[in-house]
């Protein structure tokens, strides 16, 4: 089954990271970081064995994938400083979460998961109490398979880290001035 692949492929590619604690159970595969006090917070990830498929969930986002080579990418990179997950509130009620690329144009979104149904407007116009802010989630757990700026030698990156300019690892809350999750294309 494509579900077993997936677990199966990512625990033996991730079973060597010292800053990994892998724990399979039965169907699922979770993958928590373990690095030492002081360091950014970080994000555990859990992969799902669904039989023709697996679920990479991290927070409340969470993706679906039929190859095992492409999930295994997706955990990977999402370990990285070069994906990050955004989380998305009207107020206290969560809204939307999505994954963020950084390539040679800056972040790219991607992978929306909606709270709130994106075809009805009126559900995403805030109340006079209401105001839109995003929590942004990065980490760098792991290292990229190769420099990152082999993959996009035209992004910006700082120069002592290669982290993504104006990278703030651990979690981050920023005002928004209205819905950012309701323009990510499907």
Same mark, same amino acid.
């Given at each position: 089954?494509?579900?077993?692949?997936? %677990?199966d492929?990512?625990?033996?590619?991730?079973?060597?990271?010292?800053?990994? /604690?892998? !724990?399979?159970r @039965?169907?699922?595969? #979770?993958?928590?970081?373990? %690095? +030492?006090?002081?360091?950014? =917070?970080?994000? $555990?990830?859990?992969?799902?064995?669904?039989g023709?498929?697996?679920?990479?969930?991290? %927070?409340?986002w969470?993706?679906?994938?039929e190859? +095992?080579?492409?999930?295994?990418?997706?955990?990977?990179?999402?370990?990285?400083? &070069?994906?990050?997950?955004?989380? *998305? &509130?009207?107020?206290?009620? &969560?809204?939307a979460?999505?994954?963020?690329?950084?390539?040679?144009? @800056?972040?790219?979104?991607?992978?929306?998961? &909606?709270?709130? /149904?994106?075809?009805?407007?009126?559900d995403? #116009?805030? @109340? +006079?109490?209401? *105001?839109?802010r995003?929590? #942004?989630? !990065? !980490?760098?757990?792991?290292?990229?398979? =190769?420099?990152?700026?082999?993959?996009?030698?035209?992004?910006?990156?700082?120069?002592?880290?290669?982290l993504? $300019?104006?990278?703030?690892?651990?979690?981050?809350?920023v005002?928004? $001035?209205?819905? !950012? @999750?309701?323009?990510?294309? #499907?």
């Open positions: 089954m494509i579900g077993t692949a997936c %677990l492929l990512i625990e033996e590619s991730l079973a060597g990271a010292p800053t990994l /604690n892998l !724990q399979r @039965g169907s699922s595969l #979770i993958i928590t970081p373990c %690095l +030492p006090d002081g360091y950014p =917070e970080t994000f $555990s990830i859990t992969v799902y064995d669904e023709h498929e697996c679920m990479v969930s991290a %927070l409340r969470h993706t679906h994938f190859d +095992p080579e492409e999930a295994c990418q997706g955990v990977c990179w999402l370990l990285t400083p &070069y994906n990050r997950l955004i989380e *998305e &509130y009207k107020g206290t009620l &969560y809204v979460s999505w994954l963020e690329h950084y390539t040679d144009t @800056g972040w790219t979104k991607t992978s929306p998961v &909606y709270f709130l /149904n994106p075809d009805h407007a009126a995403w #116009i805030a @109340g +006079p109490d209401e *105001e839109y995003l929590i #942004i989630h !990065q !980490q760098a757990v792991l290292a990229p398979p =190769e420099p990152f700026t082999r993959y996009f030698p035209n992004a910006e990156v700082e120069p002592d880290t290669l993504p $300019s104006g990278s703030n690892l651990g979690k981050t809350t005002p928004s $001035s209205g819905p !950012q @999750g309701l323009d990510i294309e #499907i």
